[in-house]
């Protein structure tokens, strides 16, 4: 079995390429490094540099290394971005998983994973979000998560694929610091931000109707997630020795929800920062709660989160610090 990763050179497709090397899968990443690093990668992992967009190059790459199956991490996925440029991320995320899942059938790959998100869901009002409540998606980026999920069932179907979605919540953390995120567009980097500019943290809204009047979130350490994908690759190859070809389509969160504030006091004491965060307006498109059920993916796959909230923002700590030495130490 040989997976091909796209997207392996980015911060949650490097722990998974490494994850999966580690456990003994054979891996070849296809990335071409818009946002990754290709320093992220152990040099006994092969890296094809080019887009998910070059039919020619995935051919090439499928044949070249018999990949049998696929795990698409590639894309985009800033959610204000989108909003401004909604053609690029159409293309970026379902044009280019499209020309993916053809090269995929005329390769006869069986086996295929798809880096899915919470953002699907939209903002639903309920206390934990289950596989079954109704997808309704509020941005562009979002939108092109659920048309991806929607081609990635039908070709599944339709060409005997076995497929999987794996809808992740908010991922943090780093398993080790240099493959940590660069990005400074999740919660935990841009509280460590503001923290290295000297400047208070902000919250967005402290009106909700949650316990703290702060946004509550479900969040999940990269190395869990990177497990995950392991044991969802291990269960697609299962499906399609036994001649099945369903779809998996799982949540992948804790299950707990943290609110802003109270990962607030945790960044503070991890950093050693104890500048008070202010209270800025909130933001539009912001659900009050996003918590994930997480019974469906541990009855599939058996799989459970292992790590908590502090081992989250201390490794991701670890991480920016690594890239902004002056900040102060915790
Ligand atoms: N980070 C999160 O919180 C989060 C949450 C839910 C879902 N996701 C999804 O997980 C996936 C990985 O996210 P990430 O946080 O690691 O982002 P990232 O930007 O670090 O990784 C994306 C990788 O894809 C590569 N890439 C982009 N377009 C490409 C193309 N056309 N062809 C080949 N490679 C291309 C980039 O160079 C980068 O290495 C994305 O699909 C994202 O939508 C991320």
């Known amino acids: 079995m040989t997976w091909l990763i796209t997207g392996g050179a980015g911060y949650i497709g490097a722990h998974v390429a490494r994850s999966m090397a580690d456990a003994?899968?054979?891996?070849?990443?296809?990335?071409?490094?818009?946002?990754?690093?290709?320093?992220?990668?152990?040099?006994?992992?092969?890296?094809?540099?080019?887009?998910?967009?070059?039919?020619?190059?995935?051919?090439?790459?499928?044949?070249?290394?018999?990949?049998?199956?696929?795990?698409?991490?590639?894309?985009?996925?800033?959610?204000g971005?989108?909003?401004?440029?909604?053609?690029?991320?159409?293309?970026?995320?379902?044009?280019?998983l499209t020309v993916l899942l053809e090269a995929?059938?005329?390769?006869?790959?069986?086996?295929?994973?798809?880096?899915?998100?919470?953002?699907?869901?939209?903002v639903p009002d309920v206390e934990l979000i289950t596989e079954t409540t109704p997808a309704a998606p509020i941005n562009p980026y979002g939108e092109t998560k659920l048309a991806?999920?929607?081609?990635?069932?039908?070709?599944?179907?339709?060409?005997?694929?076995a497929t999987g979605c794996l809808r992740y919540f908010n991922v943090a953390g780093?398993?080790?610091?240099?493959?940590?995120?660069?990005?400074?567009?999740?919660?935990?980097?841009?509280?460590?931000?503001?923290?290295?500019?000297?400047?208070?943290?902000?919250?967005?809204?402290?009106?909700y109707p949650t316990p703290d009047g702060t946004c509550v979130r479900d969040y999940i350490h990269v190395a869990d997630i990177a497990e995950a994908h392991l044991a969802a690759a291990r269960?697609?190859?299962?499906?399609?020795?036994?001649?099945?070809?369903?779809?998996?389509?799982?949540?992948?969160?804790?299950?707990?929800?943290?609110?802003?504030?109270?990962?607030?006091?945790?960044?503070?004491d991890v950093t050693g920062d104890r500048t008070p965060p202010v209270v800025g307006a909130r933001r539009p498109g912001d659900a009050a709660r996003a918590v994930a059920a997480v019974g469906l993916i541990t009855e599939e796959l058996g799989w459970t989160a292992r790590r908590g909230m502090r081992e989250m923002v201390e490794s991701a700590w670890e991480g920016w610090r690594l890239r902004h030495p002056v900040a102060p130490v915790g």
């Open 235 to 268: 269960r697609l190859a299962e499906r399609d020795l036994s001649g099945e070809y369903g779809d998996l389509t799982v949540n992948i969160g804790r299950g707990e929800g943290v609110s802003v504030r109270e990962l607030a006091d945790l960044v503070a």
């Open 81 to 96: 971005e989108s909003v401004e440029r909604p053609l690029a991320y159409y293309r970026e995320n379902l044009h280019g």
């Open 174 to 207: 780093a398993a080790l610091p240099e493959l940590s995120d660069t990005g400074v567009f999740n919660i935990v980097p841009m509280f460590f931000d503001r923290i290295t500019r000297g400047e208070a943290p902000t919250i967005f809204g402290a009106d």
């Open 104 to 122: 995929v059938v005329a390769a006869g790959v069986r086996r295929f994973l798809f880096s899915s998100s919470a953002a699907v869901y939209g």
């Open 24 to 79: 003994g899968e054979r891996v070849v990443v296809l990335d071409d490094l818009s946002s990754g690093f290709a320093e992220r990668l152990p040099a006994e992992i092969p890296l094809v540099e080019g887009s998910v967009l070059d039919r020619e190059l995935l051919d090439r790459t499928l044949a070249a290394h018999r990949v049998t199956g696929v795990v698409h991490l590639a894309g985009k996925k800033r959610v």
């Open 148 to 161: 991806s999920e929607w081609l990635v069932r039908a070709t599944g179907q339709a060409h005997s694929v």
